[in-house]
Antibody, heavy 121, light 106 residues
Framework: EVHLVESGGGFVKPGGSLRLSCATS????????MNWVRQAPGKGLEWVGRIESKTNGETTNYAAPVKGRFTISRDDSKTTLYLQMNSLITEDTAVYYC????????????WGQGTLVTVSS | DIQMTQSPSSLSASVGDRVTITCRASQSISSNLNWYQQKPGKAPKLLIYGASSLQSGVPSRFSGGGSGTDFTLTISSLQPEDFIVYYCQQTDIIPNTFGQGTKLEI
Protein backbone atom coordinates (compact mmCIF):
# COMPACT_ATOMS: atom_id res chain seq x y z
CA GLU A 1 0.00 0.00 0.00
CA VAL A 2 1.29 3.45 -0.94
CA HIS A 3 2.00 5.82 1.93
CA LEU A 4 3.14 9.44 1.79
CA VAL A 5 3.78 11.25 5.07
CA GLU A 6 4.72 14.93 5.12
CA SER A 7 6.52 16.53 8.04
CA GLY A 8 8.42 19.69 8.87
CA GLY A 9 5.60 22.20 8.81
CA GLY A 10 5.19 24.82 11.49
CA PHE A 11 5.22 28.47 12.33
CA VAL A 12 7.89 30.73 10.81
CA LYS A 13 8.41 34.47 10.52
CA PRO A 14 8.55 36.23 7.15
CA GLY A 15 11.99 35.84 5.63
CA GLY A 16 12.56 32.55 7.39
CA SER A 17 13.15 29.07 6.05
CA LEU A 18 11.65 25.61 6.47
CA ARG A 19 12.35 22.23 4.97
CA LEU A 20 9.47 19.89 4.42
CA SER A 21 9.96 16.15 4.05
CA CYS A 22 7.72 13.56 2.47
CA ALA A 23 8.54 10.02 3.55
CA THR A 24 7.21 7.41 1.16
CA SER A 25 6.66 3.66 1.06
CA UNK A 26 4.77 1.03 -0.90
CA UNK A 27 6.08 1.82 -4.38
CA UNK A 28 9.34 2.07 -6.32
CA UNK A 29 10.21 5.64 -5.39
CA UNK A 30 13.17 6.07 -7.72
CA UNK A 31 11.00 5.52 -10.80
CA UNK A 32 8.30 7.99 -9.87
CA UNK A 33 8.04 11.72 -10.54
CA MET A 34 6.78 13.70 -7.57
CA ASN A 35 4.81 16.91 -7.01
CA TRP A 36 4.28 19.44 -4.27
CA VAL A 37 0.84 21.07 -4.17
CA ARG A 38 -0.33 23.61 -1.61
CA GLN A 39 -3.63 24.96 -0.36
CA ALA A 40 -3.97 28.25 1.49
CA PRO A 41 -6.60 28.29 4.25
CA GLY A 42 -10.06 28.29 2.71
CA LYS A 43 -8.66 28.47 -0.82
CA GLY A 44 -8.17 26.19 -3.80
CA LEU A 45 -5.29 23.99 -4.85
CA GLU A 46 -2.06 25.48 -6.18
CA TRP A 47 0.65 23.46 -7.92
CA VAL A 48 4.04 24.31 -6.41
CA GLY A 49 6.46 22.24 -8.44
CA ARG A 50 7.68 18.81 -9.41
CA ILE A 51 10.79 16.70 -9.69
CA GLU A 52 11.41 14.04 -12.27
CA SER A 53 13.17 10.75 -11.64
CA LYS A 54 16.93 10.31 -11.58
CA THR A 55 16.81 8.70 -15.01
CA ASN A 56 15.31 11.99 -16.20
CA GLY A 57 18.06 13.95 -14.52
CA GLU A 58 15.94 14.89 -11.49
CA THR A 59 14.70 17.83 -13.52
CA THR A 60 12.67 20.31 -11.47
CA ASN A 61 9.98 22.80 -12.42
CA TYR A 62 8.36 25.44 -10.25
CA ALA A 63 5.38 27.74 -10.18
CA ALA A 64 6.27 31.40 -10.65
CA PRO A 65 5.39 32.51 -7.09
CA VAL A 66 7.97 30.14 -5.58
CA LYS A 67 10.65 30.01 -8.25
CA GLY A 68 14.01 31.08 -6.88
CA ARG A 69 12.85 30.65 -3.28
CA PHE A 70 11.81 26.98 -3.13
CA THR A 71 13.89 23.93 -4.06
CA ILE A 72 12.57 20.42 -4.56
CA SER A 73 14.93 17.50 -4.12
CA ARG A 74 14.76 13.78 -3.55
CA ASP A 75 16.82 11.11 -1.85
CA ASP A 76 16.06 7.82 -3.56
CA SER A 77 18.08 5.87 -0.96
CA LYS A 78 15.70 7.17 1.72
CA THR A 79 12.60 7.19 -0.55
CA THR A 80 12.02 10.74 0.64
CA LEU A 81 11.03 13.93 -1.13
CA TYR A 82 11.99 17.38 0.15
CA LEU A 83 10.84 20.95 -0.25
CA GLN A 84 13.31 23.58 0.92
CA MET A 85 11.50 26.87 1.38
CA ASN A 86 13.50 30.06 1.79
CA SER A 87 12.59 33.75 2.00
CA LEU A 88 9.11 32.81 3.14
CA ILE A 89 6.31 35.34 2.82
CA THR A 90 2.85 35.42 4.38
CA GLU A 91 1.33 34.27 1.08
CA ASP A 92 3.17 30.95 1.49
CA THR A 93 0.90 30.05 4.41
CA ALA A 94 -0.79 26.84 3.34
CA VAL A 95 -1.12 23.12 3.79
CA TYR A 96 1.57 21.49 1.66
CA TYR A 97 0.90 18.13 0.06
CA CYS A 98 3.34 15.82 -1.66
CA UNK A 99 1.96 13.61 -4.41
CA UNK A 100 3.11 10.89 -6.74
CA UNK A 101 2.60 11.41 -10.46
CA UNK A 102 1.09 8.80 -12.76
CA UNK A 103 2.96 8.21 -15.98
CA UNK A 104 -0.31 8.95 -17.79
CA UNK A 105 -1.39 12.58 -17.94
CA UNK A 106 0.98 13.32 -15.01
CA UNK A 107 -2.00 12.99 -12.70
CA UNK A 108 -1.41 13.22 -8.95
CA UNK A 109 -2.59 9.78 -7.96
CA UNK A 110 -1.43 9.43 -4.36
CA TRP A 111 -1.38 12.25 -1.82
CA GLY A 112 0.01 12.66 1.65
CA GLN A 113 -2.10 14.03 4.49
CA GLY A 114 -0.45 17.44 4.23
CA THR A 115 1.58 19.59 6.60
CA LEU A 116 0.64 23.13 7.60
CA VAL A 117 3.09 25.98 7.13
CA THR A 118 2.18 29.28 8.76
CA VAL A 119 4.21 32.38 7.90
CA SER A 120 3.42 35.27 10.22
CA SER A 121 5.16 37.96 12.20
CA ASP B 1 0.20 30.25 -17.80
CA ILE B 2 -2.87 28.28 -18.81
CA GLN B 3 -5.96 29.46 -16.98
CA MET B 4 -8.48 26.82 -15.95
CA THR B 5 -12.03 28.00 -15.40
CA GLN B 6 -14.56 25.74 -13.76
CA SER B 7 -18.29 26.29 -13.92
CA PRO B 8 -20.33 26.55 -11.94
CA SER B 9 -18.42 27.57 -8.80
CA SER B 10 -21.18 26.02 -6.74
CA LEU B 11 -24.06 23.76 -7.61
CA SER B 12 -27.13 22.77 -5.65
CA ALA B 13 -28.44 19.30 -6.34
CA SER B 14 -30.18 16.35 -4.71
CA VAL B 15 -29.31 12.75 -4.07
CA GLY B 16 -29.92 10.79 -7.26
CA ASP B 17 -29.46 13.77 -9.58
CA ARG B 18 -27.20 13.70 -12.61
CA VAL B 19 -24.80 16.65 -12.62
CA THR B 20 -22.11 17.94 -14.93
CA ILE B 21 -19.24 20.24 -14.03
CA THR B 22 -17.35 22.02 -16.80
CA CYS B 23 -13.70 22.99 -16.99
CA ARG B 24 -12.40 25.26 -19.72
CA ALA B 25 -8.74 25.82 -20.53
CA SER B 26 -7.44 29.12 -21.91
CA GLN B 27 -5.63 27.19 -24.65
CA SER B 28 -5.66 23.66 -25.96
CA ILE B 29 -4.34 21.05 -23.54
CA SER B 30 -5.09 17.95 -25.61
CA SER B 31 -6.41 15.37 -23.12
CA ASN B 32 -4.07 16.32 -20.28
CA LEU B 33 -6.85 17.08 -17.84
CA ASN B 34 -7.45 15.48 -14.45
CA TRP B 35 -10.30 15.71 -11.95
CA TYR B 36 -10.02 15.51 -8.17
CA GLN B 37 -12.46 15.58 -5.30
CA GLN B 38 -11.69 16.90 -1.85
CA LYS B 39 -13.51 16.31 1.40
CA PRO B 40 -13.19 18.99 4.10
CA GLY B 41 -9.91 18.71 5.97
CA LYS B 42 -8.65 15.89 3.75
CA ALA B 43 -6.21 15.55 0.88
CA PRO B 44 -7.66 15.58 -2.63
CA LYS B 45 -8.39 12.29 -4.35
CA LEU B 46 -7.85 11.57 -8.03
CA LEU B 47 -11.08 10.66 -9.86
CA ILE B 48 -10.36 10.98 -13.58
CA TYR B 49 -7.07 11.26 -15.46
CA GLY B 50 -6.32 11.91 -19.10
CA ALA B 51 -9.75 13.56 -19.42
CA SER B 52 -11.74 10.33 -19.43
CA SER B 53 -9.93 7.46 -17.66
CA LEU B 54 -11.42 6.39 -14.34
CA GLN B 55 -8.88 6.03 -11.55
CA SER B 56 -8.79 2.60 -9.95
CA GLY B 57 -11.31 2.25 -7.14
CA VAL B 58 -13.44 5.22 -8.18
CA PRO B 59 -17.15 4.44 -8.59
CA SER B 60 -18.41 4.15 -12.15
CA ARG B 61 -20.98 6.91 -11.60
CA PHE B 62 -18.10 9.33 -12.24
CA SER B 63 -17.12 9.96 -15.84
CA GLY B 64 -15.06 12.51 -17.71
CA GLY B 65 -15.05 13.79 -21.25
CA GLY B 66 -13.71 16.40 -23.59
CA SER B 67 -10.47 17.36 -25.25
CA GLY B 68 -8.73 20.50 -26.39
CA THR B 69 -10.16 23.29 -24.26
CA ASP B 70 -13.51 22.03 -22.97
CA PHE B 71 -13.94 19.22 -20.46
CA THR B 72 -16.68 17.78 -18.31
CA LEU B 73 -17.01 15.75 -15.14
CA THR B 74 -20.35 13.99 -14.86
CA ILE B 75 -21.76 12.24 -11.82
CA SER B 76 -24.62 10.05 -13.02
CA SER B 77 -26.49 9.61 -9.74
CA LEU B 78 -25.38 11.71 -6.80
CA GLN B 79 -24.72 9.95 -3.53
CA PRO B 80 -24.60 11.71 -0.14
CA GLU B 81 -20.79 11.45 -0.01
CA ASP B 82 -20.48 13.32 -3.34
CA PHE B 83 -21.48 16.69 -1.90
CA ILE B 84 -17.97 18.06 -1.63
CA VAL B 85 -15.51 20.07 -3.77
CA TYR B 86 -14.19 19.15 -7.20
CA TYR B 87 -11.11 20.51 -8.99
CA CYS B 88 -9.79 20.13 -12.51
CA GLN B 89 -6.06 20.36 -13.31
CA GLN B 90 -4.21 20.64 -16.57
CA THR B 91 -0.90 18.82 -16.89
CA ASP B 92 -0.12 19.75 -20.48
CA ILE B 93 2.04 22.79 -19.77
CA ILE B 94 4.10 23.84 -16.76
CA PRO B 95 2.82 25.23 -14.40
CA ASN B 96 0.19 22.55 -13.97
CA THR B 97 -2.67 24.83 -13.03
CA PHE B 98 -5.86 23.94 -11.18
CA GLY B 99 -9.34 25.27 -11.64
CA GLN B 100 -10.82 27.28 -8.80
CA GLY B 101 -13.04 24.44 -7.63
CA THR B 102 -16.74 23.56 -7.74
CA LYS B 103 -18.66 22.96 -4.54
CA LEU B 104 -21.56 20.54 -4.77
CA GLU B 105 -24.24 21.34 -2.23
CA ILE B 106 -27.47 19.66 -1.23
Amino acid sequence: EVHLVESGGGFVKPGGSLRLSCATSGFTFNNVWMNWVRQAPGKGLEWVGRIESKTNGETTNYAAPVKGRFTISRDDSKTTLYLQMNSLITEDTAVYYCTTMKNVAAAADYWGQGTLVTVSS
Amino acid sequence: DIQMTQSPSSLSASVGDRVTITCRASQSISSNLNWYQQKPGKAPKLLIYGASSLQSGVPSRFSGGGSGTDFTLTISSLQPEDFIVYYCQQTDIIPNTFGQGTKLEI
